[in-house]
């Protein structure tokens, strides 16, 4: 199977380079050439396998060029072996007789990015391989939190990478920040930066721009290169985890065969909805794409009025990973519902990084409103809705969750539709302890990682694993950069 750049048709890869490349030259992202349908047997197929099993079955179809053992492989390495915490990987849970939450937070980090970055090493070096590449990369990460912890777990003593994480000092929560300074491996770096995550991540950008640092690394045996959330090797391994919810609740009974479900997810750069949406176009029954944004709701808006404008204020919110004005996996979800017009997706592109807004026409504005379904929760709502599952269903979620199923219900209020729906839930709550009690109405707060047993204790609830064993973690990295000292992190990083 070909890849072919959203902004230009023409310009074609295949997998092994799409995902080594990330982005396309022309700025555009790589997109299967044809979106390949599954067969009418492909749901009871899967409904007997195990995850792993699911994962080679989808990722199969769209990675010519991969051999169905390898993928085996990646999947056993990825979701295998005690790295993820239930034995269904990304279990779904009943509420009630319609409404089910996809927990897709039991990986090594307690964040949905474990999903997708568990895989994406393993696709992204034999990628390499097979592209005859015979430097070693070395992913760069600027993070707002859960980002870089998820790709240092995902890149962890995966053999020819490397992985240096940057993240803003004052920019994310205690818990975050020893998740990442007490990181084990051998392949691996951390560096505070002094500022904030844009300080972070403008530093990163201009790294990867500096033609003297790409030729003194390359010099050594080492290019750059990001996890970026538009790799295709990111998107793909989400496809399958709603292939496979469809095929547990249909185990479960909760559905009948062919029965079409809804799917309600937090949204924040557009790749876990978008990964939806290409589940359905394989086949897998779906109907609305109920899209939930925090105050930030740049695209809730886009939706109901097909205007994109990023000119507006920026919220520092309660659901920081959804703290995003510019969506950029929304390109492919444009650049399917134009029909594949790769001149207007261009067009758009270029508006937006010109003017910070485009308008797509009415025909497209048309499918969106088919497909889609969107709403918008703020902070005070986010908190009432973690209070109420917790009280009403004895059910713990995290603030990125709470804002699905504040907006879930307001669409259910004003439609009337009461379809089975899948909510995804994002992230563990104790990754976000501090605003999981408040919410409950705790108002003294312990510090450091004691927060963790308050919020277990609080609740009943027990702490995971991964975030439990932080306790006993040495500190590895204490280094602190500004923006001019970050090449010389990058330099003294892979001496
Ligand atoms: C990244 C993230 C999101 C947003 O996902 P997108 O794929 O960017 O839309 C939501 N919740 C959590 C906890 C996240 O880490």
């Given at each position: 199977m070909n890849y072919l750049s959203t902004r230009n048709r023409d310009l074609r890869m295949n997998a092994p380079q799409a995902i080594a490349k990330g982005l396309a030259p022309d700025g555009g992202l790589m997109t299967p050439a044809v979106l390949p349908r599954l067969p009418a047997s492909a749901v009871e197929t899967m409904k007997a396998m195990s995850y792993q099993q699911r994962v080679v079955y989808i990722m199969n179809s769209f990675l010519e060029g991969f051999a169905a053992s390898e993928l085996t492989a990646f999947a056993s390495e990825a979701y295998g072996g005690g790295k993820f915490s239930h034995e269904d990987i990304a279990p779904v849970v009943k509420l009630d007789d319609s409404a089910y939450c996809l927990e897709l937070w039991h990986g090594p980090t307690c964040a949905f990015k474990d999903m997708a970055l568990q895989m994406l090493p393993h696709l992204l070096t034999a990628s390499l391989e097979k592209n005859d590449e015979k430097k070693t990369v070395c992913i760069l990460v600027a993070t707002s939190g859960d980002t870089g912890k998820a790709a240092l777990e995902g890149f962890r003593n995966v053999d020819k990478t490397k992985i240096l994480v940057f993240y803003p000092k004052d920019g994310v929560s205690e818990i975050q920040e020893l998740q990442m300074v007490t990181q084990e491996g051998g392949n691996v770096g951390v560096c505070a930066v002094k500022g904030n995550f844009d300080d972070a991540q403008t530093g990163v950008k201009s790294l990867f721009s500096d033609e003297e640092l790409a030729a003194e690394l390359a010099e050594r045996g080492f290019f750059l290169s990001s996890a970026n959330s538009i790799n295709w090797g990111r998107v793909l391994p989400q496809i399958v985890y709603y292939a496979s919810a469809y095929c547990d609740l249909l185990k479960a009974g909760a559905i009948n065969k062919g029965q079409a479900i809804n799917v309600c997810v937090p949204t924040g750069n557009f790749g876990n909805i978008l990964a939806a949406y290409y589940a359905k176009t394989m086949g897998i029954p779906i109907n609305k794409l109920i899209c939930a944004s925090n105050q930030n709701n740049v695209l809730t808006d886009f939706i109901h009025t097909g205007a994109y404008d990023r000119n507006r204020v920026f919220y520092n919110t309660l659901s920081p990973s959804m703290d995003i004005l510019v969506s950029s996996n929304l390109e492919r979800m444009i650049f399917e519902l134009s029909g594949r017009d790769d001149k207007l997706v261009r067009e758009y592109m270029s508006q937006l990084s010109q003017y910070g807004s485009y308008r797509v026409d009415s025909s497209i504005r048309t499918k969106l409103k088919k497909e889609f379904s969107a709403g918008s929760c703020d902070d005070q709502q986010t908190q009432a809705m973690v209070a109420k599952m917790w009280n009403e269903r004895n059910y713990l979620i995290d603030t990125h969750t709470a804002v699905a199923f504040h907006v879930l219900e307001e669409y259910r209020a004003e439609t009337g539709d009461d379809t089975v729906t899948v909510?995804?839930?994002?992230?563990?709550?104790?990754?976000?302890?501090?605003?999981?009690?408040?919410?409950?109405?705790?108002?003294?707060?312990?510090?450091?990682?004691?927060?963790?047993?308050?919020?277990?204790?609080?609740?009943?609830?027990?702490?995971?694993?991964?975030?439990?064993?932080?306790?006993?973690?040495q500190r590895r990295f204490d280094g602190v950069a500004d923006k001019d000292t970050m090449k010389g992190c990058v330099q003294d990083f892979l001496k």
């Open positions: 909510t995804v839930s994002t992230a563990s709550p104790f990754k976000f302890c501090n605003s999981v009690l408040d919410a409950l109405g705790v108002k003294e707060h312990r510090t450091g990682l004691d927060i963790l047993d308050q919020l277990s204790e609080t609740t009943g609830v027990p702490i995971p694993m991964p975030l439990a064993r932080l306790k006993r973690r």
